[in-house]
């Protein structure tokens, strides 16, 4: 949960945020605060967004930050961060930076990262995830091949698992091209990712843009 904060040390619109994950007991555990420096930028962050930020059955949080300050610009203000439990009290969370906008594309020579991260994650108990990002830069074009499927894992990092613009074989000799991915972002009763199972494994729907080939 995502909560607004008043009193004590609070300066409105600097650091009167914070992300918080609560257990069964009551108890609210602090994740990140608005204001606090963001890992691996020289920026701070501006804020949380609530409705793409999961949580495992580890107690891993997945969540979209917005920045502020240091380089930060609209063209960079929006990162993906997984936040790992310690067990240190006073330090109960590691935050690591996944991906932020404006970086080079993983698998995708000269294009870069569109500051729009409002899609939703598929976020699964062995920490790896599932993002929808849109391209900008290179050969990107819009509505061809501006969009890209990539998915993160704590060994193997940020990769890219299909684009746009790329052709599936939907049947022998009959080859489509890929315009768009979609996938359940949670649902489960558990909370978890109805799209990606425990093990990775990744169930989705695709659009297509054009039929490029058919069968004799």
């Known amino acids: 949960m995502t909560a607004e904060l008043q ?23 602090l994740v990140a605060r608005k204001g606090d420096p963001a890992p691996g930028t020289d920026a701070l962050f501006a804020g949380f967004v609530t409705n793409n930020t999961y949580i495992n059955n580890a107690g891993v949080v997945l969540t979209v930050a917005s920045l502020m300050g240091g380089t930060s610009s609209p063209a960079n203000n929006a990162a993906v961060y997984v936040a790992t439990p310690t067990g240190i009290p006073a330090a109960p969370y590691t935050l690591s930076l996944i991906m932020r906008a404006g970086d080079p594309a993983p698998g995708t020579p000269g294009r870069h990262l569109r500051p729009s991260f409002s899609q939703g994650a598929a976020f699964n108990d062995s920490g790896q995830a599932v993002f929808n990002r849109d391209l900008r830069g290179g050969d990107a074009m819009f509505g061809i091949n501006d969009k890209g499927l990539y998915a993160w894992d704590p060994v193997k990092g940020l990769f890219l698992l299909a684009r746009a613009g790329d052709q599936i074989e939907v049947a022998p000799g009959l080859f489509w091209t890929v315009s768009s991915f979609g996938y359940l972002s ?31």
Not at 7 to 29: F, K, P, Q
Not at 189 to 198: E, F, Q, R, V, W
Request: proline share 0%; aromatic share 4%.
């Open 7 to 29: 009193g004590g040390d609070v300066v409105g619109g600097v650091n009167d945020n914070a992300l918080y994950v609560g257990s069964a007991s009551g108890n609210l555990t």
């Open 186 to 216: 949670n649902s489960n009763t558990d909370g978890s990712a109805m799209g990606l199972s425990k093990t990775g494994t990744l169930a989705m729907n695709v659009g297509w843009l054009r039929m490029v080939g058919r069968a004799s």
